[in-house]
T-cell receptor
Framework: GEDVEQSLFLSVREGDSSVINCTYT??????LYWYKQEPGAGLQLLTY?????DMKQDQRLTVLLNKKDKHLSLRIADTQTGDSAIYFC?????????????FGTGTLLAVQP | KAGVTQTPRYLIKTRGQQVTLSCSPI?????VSWYQQTPGQGLQFLFE???????NKGNFPGRFSGRQFSNSRSEMNVSTLELGDSALYLC??????????FGPGTRLLVL
């Protein structure tokens, strides 16, 4: 079945850039998402990209999509301590047989002051 | 606009009991999805409702059910609770499935 994979942990220093990577298996994925989850909270939609795009930038966030390699990345510029959280990558095959979000396991981003 | 709200936020039940969780979507959103989050299995899709109809369903046993009302509010019911049902249950709403906004979740503990 569909699968989304992420590395488990990333540690960066405050002010550096963070890059969180994700791979997915379903080439029919039409939308790809990044969500943020802080301790004890729900999921916050950070950004998403449509499968016919290569890149999307939104303030400090840059999403890169390599559809050939089924690879998605999230770059956070000037990372702050408030960015410390778990980041989930998710894929949606909109209108497909399984019209549901498939989530990765999440990447814990730790920002050192 | 108010965000997605879920009630209750925390719940403690014992094995064999049943539980009903509630979700109020963002105003104007007709799609409501439910997810279960556990440390072992991560985030798993339960089902999605749109205009009071279940459109999609995940791979959960029949003990998990849901419904949606005409005002788009949704409830999820779990019958005959098991220890393994302890989880954070997240509700998400959207105009459609393409963009989903999550609520804070209901944390269920089954003893």
């Amino acid at each position: 079945g569909e699968d989304v994979e992420q590395s488990l942990f990333l540690s960066v220093r405050e002010g550096d850039s963070s890059v969180i990577n994700c791979t997915y298996t379903d080439s029919s994925s039409t939308y790809l998402y990044w969500y943020k989850q802080e301790p004890g909270a729900g999921l916050q939609l950070l950004t998403y990209i449509f499968s016919n795009m290569d890149m999307k930038q939104d303030q400090r966030l840059t999403v890169l999509l390599n559809k050939k390699d089924k690879h998605l990345s999230l770059r956070i510029a000037d990372t702050q301590t408030g960015d410390s959280a778990i980041y989930f990558c998710a894929a949606l095959n909109y209108g497909g047989a399984t019209n549901k979000l498939i989530f990765g396991t999440g990447t814990l981003l730790a920002v050192q002051p | 606009k108010a965000g997605v709200t879920q009630t209750p936020r925390y719940l403690i039940k014992t094995r064999g009991q049943q539980v009903t969780l509630s979700c109020s979507p963002i105003s104007g959103h007709r799609s409501v999805s439910w997810y279960q989050q556990t440390p072992g299995q991560g985030l798993q899709f339960l089902f999605e409702y749109f205009s009071e109809t279940q459109r999609n369903k995940g791979n959960f046993p029949g003990r998990f059910s849901g419904r949606q009302f005409s005002n788009s509010r949704s409830e999820m019911n779990v019958s005959t609770l098991e220890l393994g049902d302890s989880a954070l249950y997240l509700c998400a709403s959207g105009v459609g499935m393409e963009t989903q906004y999550f609520g804070p979740g209901t944390r269920l503990l089954v003893l």
